[in-house]
């Protein structure tokens, strides 16, 4: 498994996940409905969520091999992401998730983003998310 995860994430309090792919002309790979729950005694929640992952299918996941996949969504998609961000109807991020195992395994270590995922991100009106959790010795 990879250290890395990488998804970019739609949140809204006034679109449902529908909704949100008719603006962005796509589906997502995972959504929740606003008013859905977790769980049956869980509060519904106030916001809607659509999600789309990055994959590099058989590789390792660092950021630099997601980052073709992202850039590979192309500019018509990231024009619409901004369009919807600028409504002010929804959020948009791209969250990175980086799961520390061995602090001597290179591969887990180090998040670089190319100029180009920058750009698209910045068309996209998107923020960046990172989420770091580490596990070493006797945390796991």
Known sequence: MSAFRMYLRVVSES???DQ???RLQTGPDEATAIGSRRRPESPPRPH???IRRASAGDGPGRP???EP???GWGVQFAAA???LAASGDAEVSLVIVQ???DPEDPQQKGIGLGAALLAWLAEAGASLDIDQYVYYGDDQ
């Open 81 to 83: 992401l901004g369009r």
């Open 99 to 101: 799961e520390l195992t």
């Open 64 to 66: 630099e091999d997601l």
């Open 15 to 17: 679109l449902q996940p």
């Open 48 to 50: 809607a969520t659509w």
């Open 20 to 22: 949100i792919s008719a």
């Open 69 to 71: 996949v992202i850039l």
